[in-house]
């Protein structure tokens, strides 16, 4: 079947550009321009902006504590619009169902769940599974784990920890590997109320910093191409911003992914001892090119906090809004489930809202600095739009900041950056870089050969208003969304490295199985014969 | 398949002629009520899809107890431990309530009470302290230190008097009060402590009351609790309920769209009031829950029920045996995969209801 999207203005700053011209689908994929072929559909683009389909690297979607958070806050989504019988369980909110169908409506095609716990993957995958349209892919947590920690302890040699990453990723169908906190879970399983870079794990008699090292060797070992997704240490308080530079440092050069680094950006400065350091965040961020960032950025309403991080959440529980928390001490990192309110109004709450603005406006390379709030922990992803909205205005964040605490304005720096996202930085900050980022080849770009996924969106001044209901949405060659409505439901794939090992290290992990957890390694393997039958997984390339 | 496996009124019937049969009683129904046991992840999507398709509600068979678990979660929060880390690290185990080894007979030795902690700083061995209980258990007698007996109706008030006493709070002058202020001070002295309780022994207050317990404990040590409760059935079905529909089970579909009321939504009311007019219940495992047989009944169970309310009979295979799949295992608080062992034919509680529902609306196919 080919497809004919008439004049639209093309935005792919990979290979197009940025011009009013035509794109043809075959089938799945962009090609070029056919020659003396009859077009068996035509779609009428002009006056729309073309975009490949976006990518969200960092989007708590699926998994055991986000099915607690759901359990926890039955008053945060009641629903009560019906859906159509062509879509179940689509208006159902929150569900997964309706995270697919709303990530399509705005353009988003690709999304990250980055916190798989290797013994709660099946459920993950299952839940991914029950997301329709979008393909999605998965960050294997480890760093918190006795058997990579107990390797450390007793000095093993670098290819033997990357066989145990390897074999964790693949047992979890992972896209990547992410570390949360390293050692910081564990550390507080022996009562440690903080956690730096440089503290030791009781028991095991490891620095943070080295559970850093180790898996950053690992991951580049492995050749996955996305690079060790960190979570640091100190989330949240105040004067982080010396971990987060101390961490940059202990990269050594060496490609790292720093996650939701907004709640990183704080200093000590004022009355209130809280302040925005975003600039010298960004500022290092800027001189680290072998560094990536996503933001994490907080905008305001209730929402609930979601981590592995679960020495930060107890912390953080004492602030819950309303006041109920779950603290989960699993095996390795558990998780920590704390409601909140993000207001206007809040001194703290609107610093943090002008940090990640901040960062985003400040780190000058749009293929190192990645579009995420951290969802739902900064914001649900439902509030892009208005984000977007607030990068490519000026005059928008000043309406903004002018309703906030006078005090906020003084703490930052955003009142004077008159920068201005455009088209083109959008897109390859929510398209092309995440694309590279995550090694995916065939999406993030519209030219020949990439995979249609593609969205059109109305032109409007508004841009929340045009962000939030694209026009037209290809998944696949097919089109999903029209005028912002969901026309159908189709199953999306989900992406893996599938990292080479050598697989002695399996028969080590099935006796440390047997002995430990008096379970057989198998039970949380996630074996594609026991998924719903709509489940594909793709394997992503290595790094050559 | 077997040829004995399924039935309608005592007639021996095809797969295809039942699962005809379950489709037009449930088509004919105003209120249907899917009542799930045991039960994989796939049946229970397959159940809730079905239930969204005729309007029905999903409730599970150990809901009650399961609920007032999760009405002080959602009221109040909780601190959870696998049994895993509680094995591996706790030094102090506070049992509360009676029959935990009958609801959760490999207790002793998941929780390694018998053991030292794999993971503690100094090898010292756990110190297993016991409120209430006292008359059953006898492995537990020998394992325990302190023990405060009681009987399940005095443990509120002692799980209160416990949390004062660690408050160092006053407690009015009782024949325990020595021993309470001696088992706080040691839960005090704990590295990683978990309370194992019996929600069974106890109501939604006094659950609270020791999740507060745990709570209070953790600004200075580290507590956690473990629920001995219902099988992981329950939980099998809360997880699946809640991905799809944003909430657990006692959920209906009536308006086109999932509404969670734990009361409007329990199956045993909604039979006992009128309101339902089919029930379908699902077991992979032997055994149906009695409800009163005042409905027609569609049974998908592991065994033939030979009860007279039954209308539609659909022998169905048991996981792990007949087919692979996925459910909650209390062992490790997660979904665990299940293999196929010695398959005997006998379809899955997913198929069958993927039939039925096609046979209720052709090409309304899943996503």
Known sequence: ?544 | MPQDACFTEGRLLSLAEATDAAAGLLAASRLAVFLIGACDVAGTRAAIRLATRVGGVIDQSESTGAFRELDVMRSFGRFIVTPNEARQRADTVLLVGSGLTKLWPDMIERLGLAELPRLGLAPQRRRILRLGGSADDPDLSTLAGQTIAAQDEALPTLIAALRACNAHRPLARSADGDALNTMAEALKQAKFGVIVYSPASLDALAIEMLVGLAADLNKATRFSTISVGASGNAETAMQTCAWMTGFPVRTGFGRLYPEHDPWRFDASRLIASGEADALICISSEPGLPVLPPRIPVVALSAEQSGRTDVKVQITIGRLGRDHGGVDFARETQSLVGRRASAAAGFPSAASVLEQIAERISPGAAAC
Request: a negative charge.
């Open chain 1, 1 to 544: 079947m080919l497809t004919w999207l008439r004049g639209g203005r093309v935005i792919d700053p990979v290979g197009g550009g940025n011009r009013v011209r035509d794109l043809f689908i075959e089938d799945d994929r962009i090609v070029a321009e056919p020659l003396r072929r009859a077009v068996d559909q035509a779609y009428d683009a002009t006056g729309k902006v073309v975009m490949a389909g976006g990518i969200d690297i960092h989007s708590h979607i699926a998994g055991g504590n986000v099915n607690t958070a759901r359990l926890l806050l039955p008053e945060l989504h009641p629903g009560q619009t019906p859906s159509s019988s062509k879509l179940p369980f689509s208006s159902a909110r929150w569900s997964t169902f309706e995270t697919g169908c709303l990530y399509a409506k705005m353009g988003f095609t690709t999304v990250v769940e980055p916190a798989m716990s290797p013994h709660h993957a099946l459920h993950a995958h299952l839940e991914l599974a029950d997301t329709p349209i979008i393909d999605k892919g998965t960050l294997t947590v480890l760093g918190n784990d006795d058997f990579l920690l107990s390797m450390l302890r007793q000095g093993e040699s670098a290819s033997a920890i990357a066989d145990y990453v390897g074999a964790a990723v693949a047992a979890t169908r992972g896209l990547g590997v992410k570390c949360i906190n390293a050692g910081g879970a564990t550390a507080f399983k022996y009562n440690a109320r903080a956690f730096s870079l440089d503290d030791v794990v009781p028991h095991y008699g490891v620095t943070s910093r080295a559970i850093v090292e180790a898996l950053q060797q690992a991951v580049s070992d492995l050749k996955i191409p996305h690079p060790l997704h960190l979570h640091m240490n100190n989330l949240g308080i105040a004067g982080n911003v010396e971990t987060a530079l101390a961490t940059i440092d202990a990269a050594r050069g060496l490609p790292l992914h720093l996650a939701h680094v907004q709640f990183y950006a704080y200093g000590t400065e004022g009355k209130r001892g809280f302040s925005s350091a975003a600039a010298r965040l960004a500022e290092a961020v800027n001189a680290a090119k072998n560094v990536t960032v996503d933001i994490g950025q907080v905008m305001f309403g209730p929402t609930v906090t979601v981590s592995l991080d679960v020495l930060r959440q107890y912390n953080g529980s004492r602030n819950a809004r309303p006041n109920k928390s779950v603290i989960f001490d699993g095996d390795a990192n558990g998780g920590g489930i704390v409601p909140y309110d993000y207001r206007r109004s809040d001194f703290y709450n609107a610093v943090q809202w002008a940090c990640g603005l901040e960062l985003f406006l400040l780190i000058e390379d749009s293929w190192r600095v990645f579009f995420t709030t951290d969802h739902p922990n900064g914001a649900p992803f439902t509030t892009y739009p208005d984000l977007l909205a607030l990068l490519m205005s000026r005059d928008l964040r000043a309406e903004w900041l002018a309703e906030m605490p006078r005090s906020v304005a003084e703490m930052t720096t955003l009142g004077a950056i008159a920068r201005e996202y455009t088209l083109d930085e959008i897109a390859t900050m929510t398209r092309a870089a995440p694309a590279k980022l995550l090694g995916l080849a065939d999406r993030g770009h519209l030219g020949p050969g990439a995979r249609a996924d593609i969205a059109v969106y109305d032109d409007h001044m508004d841009r929340a208003r045009m962000f939030r209901d694209a026009h037209l949405v290809f998944k696949d060659g097919d089109l999903v969304v029209r005028d912002g409505g969901v026309t159908h439901y189709r199953a999306g794939r989900t992406l893996e490295a599938r990292p080479l090992f050598d697989r002695a290290i399996e028969r080590r992990l099935d006796a440390y199985y047997d002995e430990v957890y008096r379970a057989p390694r198998d039970l949380f393997a996630v074996h594609p014969d026991i998924l719903p039958r709509t489940v594909r997984f793709e394997q992503v390339g290595l790094r050559q």
